[in-house]
């Protein structure tokens, strides 16, 4: 066996042989998926045509006389719902994807982050709550039935802790999403799955199995293998900003 400095020696002229048989374009490409912004200052380019209700501000805060509403500044950067909103969906189409976001919410309000549009991460306002279950913020939406009257059918998934901030502050939603796999005649192989969540930089949610679509949607749309980012706008006032998508593939 040779010496460690020999070895060493050996290890590196393998290193420098490799990296000159190897195109510089190559060695100097970048990664194959990078951060993309979907909130560009000023437009809607990314998403899709419908923004009913959503409009383009510089920050909100909360109302003294009126919690739960905003106060709007003037500028670029934060979409803004007063809760009469189109759902945003974005205008590409994903598989598996990382995404980060900031969102804040006024006092009592309820939104949502939806993978492929199908697969919810609830926002709402449940900072002081003690028992947590998937309608809490940062949960895995219920299962639900819209007859006789909107109602869940399960729990969903809680968070692992309760990382809500107040209502009226800004809050950070990190999510590593995994979707379904089909097989060539179209059977799913294997389910998504929420394998990375974080709010407010406290692991919420691991390698979380997602059987079906959340929500009413379960029985409504079919599970398919690629779909877009959603943000719900139609369920109470909501802002985000610094909304930020990276494909895996």
Known sequence: MPSGRASLGIRWLIAITLC??????????????????????????????????????????????????FDERQGRGVFVSKGDASNLESRE?????????????????????????????????THEAKNLNGDSCGGIYPRAEEQPSYHHIDQGVPPRVNAAKPAGEWQSLEI??????????????????????????????????????????????????RGPLLLQGDHGPVAFRNVQIRPHN
């Open 20 to 69: 000159n048989s190897v195109p510089t374009s190559l060695l100097l490409a970048e990664p194959p998926t990078t951060w993309t912004s979907l909130s560009r200052p000023s437009s809607f380019a990314a998403w899709r045509g419908d923004h009913h209700g959503w409009r383009i501000i510089g920050d909100v805060s909360l109302k003294s006389d009126s919690p739960k509403q």
């Open 93 to 125: 189409d994903y598989q598996d994807i990382d995404v980060q976001l900031e969102f804040t919410i006024p006092k009592q309000s309820n939104s949502g982050v939806k993978l492929m549009g199908r697969y919810e991460i609830q926002i709402l306002d």
């Open 176 to 225: 590593e999403f995994i979707a379904p796999r089909f097989d060539a005649t179209g059977k799913k192989t294997s389910n998504a799955k929420f394998a990375r969540v974080v709010l407010n930089r406290k692991l919420i949610h691991e390698n979380v199995e997602v059987s079906a679509p959340t929500g009413a949607a379960w029985r409504l749309v079919s599970e398919v293998p």
